[in-house]
């Protein structure tokens, strides 16, 4: 068990040396800026970054419980057997208060990472797919563009069907909803506007539609195509092969 008359030099030393910080504790958590709240007592992970940034997560959960943005100080105060974090951000107009009945572990480190992350699988990548291989939406179509721009936004794929009909494919990289389907029409109607012809048909493609996004675009008639966002970094496989199938 840490002696918490001990833990505030070791604060003020790595803020100083510019550290990221980590605590897990006891505590109770008064937040006053983009709202007012408490959190009354319990174990919490409190993170405070090189950037002055502070996180308190409690056990479960992906989200903070609570936070300060950066540029915020920090002061850490042993009084009366408790400690007390101090943070202020002058600039925002907020301020946190949590006091610490007891840690559980502390610890701070130098940490350097100068790395941006790499997304796969977005929409832009599921609309260059679909532009080298249109086949995967509808045997027989021919790509023409690749996000063209309309007043109403970028066409994913404007392609030709196998009737040499001006096609627009809408990708989405999850269920298609009925917004999806009101833009693909959006988009048709201004293209038929724009070049002056009077058929141009409408494909939306996702891995799944909602019912009533599909009934909707059956009304309007336009249809569907299940094809998923290219994952080139998924590591799971359901047709990878199991012990039991050797």
């Known amino acids: 068990m840490w002696k918490l008359n001990e833990l505030c030099n070791l604060f003020k030393d790595a803020l100083n ?25 319990g174990d919490r992970m409190i993170l405070v970054k090189s950037d002055n940034t502070l996180l308190v997560h409690q056990p479960q959960g992906n989200n903070p419980i609570n936070y300060m943005k ?5 002061n850490l105060i042993y009084d009366e057997k408790k400690l007390f974090l101090k943070s202020n951000n002058i600039s925002l107009k907020e301020s946190m208060n949590i006091e610490i009945d007891r840690v559980y572990f502390f610890n701070t480190h130098k940490l350097e990472d100068g790395q941006n992350i790499t997304i796969c699988g977005t929409e832009a990548d599921m609309s260059k797919m679909i532009y080298d ?14 996000e063209e721009q ?11 069907d196998k009737n040499g009909i001006l096609t627009i494919i809408e990708c989405k990289r999850y269920n298609a909803d009925l917004a999806a389907v009101t833009q693909l029409r ?25 019912p009533n996004a599909k009934q909707m675009l ?21 047709k990878q092969k199991t012990l039991e199938g050797f």
């Open 133 to 146: 291989d249109p086949s995967l939406v509808e045997e027989g179509l021919k790509p023409v563009s690749q």
């Open 70 to 74: 950066p540029g915020t100080t920090h």
């Open 186 to 210: 959006r988009y048709v109607e201004k293209v038929k506007a724009s070049k002056g012809i009077t058929q141009v048909r409408g494909i939306l493609a996702a891995p799944k539609i909602t």
């Open 17 to 41: 040396r510019n550290e990221s910080i980590i605590m897990g504790c006891r505590c109770k958590i008064n937040y006053s800026g983009r709202a007012e709240s408490f959190l009354d007592i």
């Open 218 to 238: 059956e009304d309007w008639g336009f249809i569907f195509s299940a094809v998923k966002p290219p994952k080139q970094y998924e590591n799971f496989d359901k």
């Open 150 to 160: 309309t007043i109403y936004g970028f066409i994913d794929v404007l392609c030709t």
